[in-house]
Every structure is written in structure tokens, then in C-alpha cells.
């Protein structure tokens, strides 16, 4: 059942009838592009009847003629990770004044399902994709390049060069936390690290490995665990699987605000304090991350940022197809709460 | 720049001349109400065709002539509230099954956004609505009523009989919070409440005076105040405005969440601590409730099953329009964390 169903649409003809002029004349004036062919006396009594008859343009058939959709297609890994709500609402600010409507689907971190929803979105035609799901080498992507698609990668990215991406600097960011971390004194720290499949968890413990090497201190194979997934349940495992090596640390750097969460389930069940014991930061400053139990020092993403560059990067490319891809970093900043602080000798 | 462009589309008439058959009889074959009168032999080599040469329905023409969509519209009032993300994933999970799209409208709570985003819903002709915005008078709502637009209301109804709706049983959820802080011998229960034009802000205010007669305590007006939105800051302010009247008070019933948080920021700016000088109560159980400082004892919805339910009723009611409306209430249940305690006499 369409949307106006209980109600007879109101068709050019109607107004054509109203007017007392052709239909293809109304199809004229409610053209833009062919508006300056009818006089101006015509367009305007044209106008008038369209709005007091109540038309509305009917989007499939001008879709069909413009082969335009005016949708963007927006595939995120998790909805419930609260970093994306922000990327998907920066996003829709910028397209809802350009007259687009988004269409969010949710990954669940699964291939194929990501893969069944671009096909949905091709079935729909859509005019452009943001992807916040890409791995580093990723198929899909691939596939997206060679079909011509316009798309942005959003907060990941790929090891393509030439495809169009807003990412926040990962290195710079966990190369502040490291130094934030051996001013207070922190010399053992682990690193509870994100999947290494994704450039987020790859290009962070590159920023880890960078951060000691600058500090002058040696990476220790048993401080580092790789979670299989950005969650809560991975952080704890990762931490979990550190603290059984009994290897001395007084830190864990994890690589999401998330895996900093699983970070403090794991010290609080093995009676560890943070930040007394142990110092965390996590990677985000995803929503509520001031509310956590201690406070999360962690590194401030603008995601609201990531979402709405993304959005006005793809309208370019949606525009102007041969523009060059535009890879964007966004600067991060650290935020400094109460989970980390100075090492006690 | 359509999302095929760099290779042309396949064709009714491509397949029609791989085959070596006519192009009307493809497109008997691939539309399932007519398939039958295609003979099986010559159906599945047309079949196979269109496989091979990856063809895709064009979604624009199947839908006038089907007049459907295949998309809904849903409609939040705020991305960033934490509980909104599993109401939009749990209408997706359903949806996607059924072949559905979801098209994603942010509001941030203002009227003429809400309006501006109905009517393109209504140009792209969504075969459906989930409303998540509703006021208890709504006019958006009446009007979609009288337009005869399936929808469902989510989260939050109106006054009108005859609407569809999937929300907690708040009221019933309040008197479970009620009976928790009475049990631990609070007597002086100050609300938070959210806005009353709102049926969450509204019927939890209802909640609370009936928990209070139950347990035969009497209503003061100078512990209460009413927040203008569901937000951190609004609570804060509400809260505040409670502490200023200088009435004694041991516990607080904020009407969500994050009006719980504000609360907890007051409270530490005045010095007070919680739960020892006053306990604090939330309603929603968004995620991370269980992280904040303290853990916050509060009213668990199914937000998830709220989403589903909603998308399970509005797609009955696109297929079958004469159905009547139902209204869900889901069963809330009370989590108890470390934002409440026993009154210290």
C-alpha cells in the first residue's frame, strides 16, 4: 500500500485541466531545466495549481527520467557501537539539505551481508554509498571501484590508493596517548589491539609500535593481544590473555573506547584498581566516555566531522565524477580524565 | 551519476536476445506473478540468462508499476541518544529480511524538520512509517491518519485510539522503581521528569504520583521539575532547580537516562555524593548504563524488541491495510546497580 493510497494522486494531467493548458506544458514549468521555455504569466498559474491541487512529484518517475535516486546508501559495521550514531547524523545533516535521504544498513561486521546490501542499494539505484565497514583489503570496495560507484570510505579505509576517505589520524593519535603515557612515569605498557584485518586496529598499533620506539622502549610480544572485534568482549579477552603471561605492566593502551571497557571488567574481576594498579586509554571518546567508572582518557575522534566531510566529499564526487578521490585525515586530540596516572615506585 | 553508470545496464532485450525469445516473455518469466504462463523449459533458461549476465531489476520501473517501494521511513528524534541506535537496528533486522529498506530521518526533536521529512518520504513514496518522535497531540501523526499512511508508532504514542504502537509499559515501570527506593526507605522522592507533552516524560510522571499513593506517601510540587528535552543538560537543570528549593529529599526518579546523568552531574557539583546523600534512579537502560560512575540503577526496555515489534506490525499493516491497529506494551523490568541504597537515618 503506497503512502497516499486513501487518496487519488493528483497527476500533471489534473493540472494540465485546471490551467486550461497542454499537460506537457505543466511538465515544462515543473521541470527546472525547461521552465524558461513557458511564459512567465503561464508558469506562474501553472505553480499556483500545482500547490493548491496538493501534486507531489512522483519519485519514481522522475528517477526513471534523471536516473537519479537522490538516496545515499550508508553501511555501518554496528549500530549499537555509539561512535557511529554521530558519523550517521553528521552525514544526514549535510544531505538533508542537499535534498538526499539516507539509507542506513547495518553490517553486523558480516561479509555477506554487507554484500547483500549493496546489492540492495544497486537494485536501488542509489547515487552514492558511504562505507564505514571497510577491512583493508576489502571486496566489496574493490567491486565498488571497478563499477564506477561513487562512494567514501568513512573511518576506515583501504590500502587502495585513489579511493575517497575521511579516517581520523590514527598514528598521531595513540603517538599522543604513548607520550601522555611515559610522562607519567609508564614504561610497561600493553597494547590491547583491534583486528588487524581493519585499518583502525592496524594503523593504531602501528601509532603503539611508533609511540615506544620514540620513547626509546622495546616491544614485548607478551604485552600485546589482537582482539577479533572492536567489543567490549574482545577488549576483556585481549586483557585477559596479557595478564595470564604475568608479565609486569602498569598500562594497557586498547585500541577503542569499547575494548578500554572490557579493559576495566577484566582488572575490576582480577581485583585490579584503574588507574591505581593499572592506567587504560581507550580511542573515541565515543558518548558517555566522561561518565565511565573512571572517567576514560581516551583520544577524541570528531566524528560528528567524520560523517558530515564524508557526505560533502561524496556530493562532489556524485557531482563531478572525475574529480581525483580525496583522502582526508582529521586531526584527533587527546582527552586526558581519571583512568590514567602517574606510575607508582 | 547513477550507481551502474560505467557499464551499461543489462537489458529485458539482452537477455531476450541471448535466449533467442521475445522480450515480453522475459519479462513474464521474471516477474513471479506471471511466471506461470511461461513454460518451465524456456523459464529456466531465462533464468540462467539473466544470471549470467548479471542482470538487476531496475528498481525505479518495478515500483511504478508495482507501486511500491520496498522502503520505510523511520523517524528519530535524536541519533545521538544511545537508546535510539537498537530501536534502528531492531526495525532493520526485520526488515532486511523481508527485502525492505530503511531510510533514516534525524529530527534533533524539531517540528518543521519532522514535516520537511514526512514530505520527502512522501515524493519517495516509502511504503510505510515508524515514528519515533511523537508528541501526545500530534498533528503529523493526525495527519498521516487521515492520509491513510500505514504506520507505527515507536517508543513514544498519542492520545488517539486507533493507532498502532510498540512502546514499555512505563507507568508500570516507575511503580517497580517506586517500591525499590520505598523498600529502601526513601520517603522523600524527588522527580525529574521528562517533557509532558511527551507520553515517555508523561505517563512516567503518572508512574511516579501512583507509586508515591501506593506507598501512601503525598505529592510535594517543590520536588519536582520537568526538563524541556530528555537530555544530560536538562536533567542537570531540573535537578538543580529541586536542590535550590533547599527541601529535604534522599532519592531522585529521573525519567531516562540521560536526565539520570545530569542529575549525577548536579549532585557532584554541589558536593553531594551518590547513592550515600541521594540515590538516583534512570529509565531506559541505554547502553553503557551498567559503566557510568556509579552503575546506574534504572528500568531496562527491550529496545531491540520495540524496533522489531514495530516493523513486524507496520509490515501486517502494509499487506493487509484493514487490519486493526494494535497497540504493544512491552514489559519493562527493574535493574538494580549501585546508584541506589538504603536511606542512612
Chains 1, 2 share one sequence.
Do not use: W
Not at 99 to 106: K, L
Not at 181 to 200: E, N, W
Amino acid at each position: 500500500m503506497p503512502i497516499q493510497n486513501s487518496k487519488s494522486r493528483v497527476t500533471l494531467r489534473d493540472i494540465a485541466r485546471h490551467v486550461g493548458v497542454h499537460p506537457s506544458t505543466v511538465s515544462r514549468v515543473l521541470n527546472p531545466g525547461t521552465r524558461q521555455m513557458v511564459t512567465e504569466e503561464i508558469a506562474k498559474k501553472v505553480t499556483k495549481a500545482a500547490h493548491e491541487l496538493g501534486y507531489r512529484p512522483n519519485a519514481f518517475a522522475q528517477s526513471l527520467k534523471t536516473n537519479r535516486s537522490c538516496t545515499i546508501g550508508v553501511m555501518v559495521p554496528d549500530l549499537t557501537n555509539a561512535a557511529f550514531a554521530p558519523i550517521i547524523k553528521g552525514i544526514d545533516n549535510v544531505l538533508e539539505e542537499s535534498g538526499y535521504s539516507v539509507i542506513v544498513a547495518n553490517t553486523d561486521n558480516v561479509a555477506e551481508r554487507a554484500k547483500r546490501n549493496v546489492d540492495k542499494f544497486r537494485e536501488r539505484q542509489v547515487d552514492g554509498l558511504v562505507i564505514a565497514t571497510a577491512r583493508r583489503q576489502d571486496e566489496l570496495v574493490a567491486d565498488c571501484r571497478a563499477e564506477g560507484t561513487p562512494f567514501v570510505l568513512a573511518v576506515r579505509s583501504t590500502t587502495d590508493i585513489g579511493v575517497s576517505s575521511v579516517v581520523s589520524d590514527e598514528v598521531i593519535g595513540v603517538k599522543m596517548v604513548m607520550s601522555h603515557l611515559v610522562q607519567l612515569g609508564h614504561r610497561d605498557i600493553a597494547c590491547v589491539a583491534g583486528p588487524q584485518f581493519l585499518s583502525t586496529g592496524f594503523e593504531r598499533y602501528q601509532g603503539y609500535l611508533q609511540g615506544l620506539a620514540q620513547a626509546g622502549l622495546e616491544a614485548d610480544p607478551d604485552l600485546f593481544a589482537e582482539g577479533e572485534a572492536f567489543t567490549e568482549e574482545e577488549g576483556r579477552r585481549a586483557a585477559s590473555k596479557i595478564l595470564a603471561t604475568r608479565k609486569k605492566f602498569t598500562a594497557i593502551v586498547a585500541s577503542n573506547d569499547l575494548m578500554a571497557l572490557g579493559c576495566y571488567d577484566e582488572l575490576m574481576a582480577k581485583g585490579l584498581k584503574c588507574p591505581d594498579d593499572v592506567s587504560v586509554v581507550g580511542f573515541d571518546d565515543m558518548p558517555f566516555a566522561s561518565h565511565f567508572n573512571p572517567p576514560l582518557t581516551t583520544v577524541h575522534t570528531p566524528l560528528l566531522d567524520v560523517g558530515a566531510e564524508a557526505a560533502r566529499i561524496l556530493l562532489e564526487q556524485i557531482e563531478e565524477p572525475y574529480l581525483p578521490a580525496r583522502a582526508l585525515k582529521l586531526r584527533p586530540e587527546l582527552i586526558v580524565r581519571a583512568s590514567t596516572a602517574p606510575v607508582v615506585s
